[in-house]
T-cell receptor, first 112, second 112 residues
């Protein structure tokens, strides 16, 4: 699986937008970009995924660079509940190869 | 709807013993995966089952095994426990053709 690089930690103020970056310079044309987050004492939670175009859902937005070598997860208005470790994962569209390769992720701290 | 259920939540075993962990996926989800999470190695893929067949296996010794039943429920077994097997074991299920996994809260195994 192609590798992703994320900052180890980030801080953000409550009720402000948060931009979590991810670099994936070796991404292949068939790799989807997935984001998961893990809240304390819980299993990871799917956040969003995309291939080429920017994506929005009720949890977040995903902005993908034109060359697809980087992406940014955007939380539009951070709350204390968004404090978690966020993982950026590349996953090939191969439904016979079902696994997620987690990196170390970004630990997001929300400051009240 | 009910999420992914893992039992037990906590387990303490003695080195050399064996242990069986259980996972009930979301109804209709036929893909079940297992992950090990430790502070040192992070989240690592163990194996994935689909329709009672192991489709994918991570880089773990043969002491780690699993199976899936016809109702998609899955178990994983670790034999001859070692201290290093102490970890949070997470189960995830996925609907065929979808992109996001749903994780359970995990079973925390402590080997003493």
């Amino acid at each position: 699986d192609a590798k992703t690089t994320q900052p180890n930690s980030m801080e953000s103020n409550e009720e402000e937008p948060v931009h979590l970056p991810c670099n994936h310079s070796t991404i292949s044309g068939t790799d989807y970009i997935h984001w998961y987050r893990q809240l304390p004492s819980q299993g990871p939670e799917y956040v969003i995924h995309g291939l080429t175009s920017n994506v929005n859902n009720r949890m977040a937005s995903l902005a993908i660079a034109e060359d697809r070598k980087s992406s940014t997860l955007i939380l539009h208005r951070a709350t204390l509940r968004d404090a978690a470790v966020y993982y950026c994962i590349l996953r090939d569209l191969d439904f016979g190869n079902e696994k997620l390769t987690f990196g170390t992720g970004t630990r997001l701290t929300i400051i009240p | 709807k009910a999420g992914v259920t893992q039992t037990p939540r906590y387990l303490i075993k003695t080195r050399g013993q064996q242990v069986t962990l259980s996972c009930s996926p979301i109804s209709g989800h036929r893909s079940v995966s297992w992950y090990q999470q430790t502070p040192g190695q992070g989240l690592q893929f163990l194996f994935e089952y689909f329709s009672e067949t192991q489709r994918n296996k991570g880089n773990f010794p043969g002491r780690f095994s699993g199976r899936q039943f016809s109702n998609s429920r899955s178990e994983m077994n670790v034999s001859t426990l070692e201290l290093g097997d102490s970890a949070l074991y997470l189960c995830a299920s996925k609907l065929t053709g979808s992109y996001g996994y749903t994780f359970g809260s995990g079973t925390r195994l402590t080997v003493v």
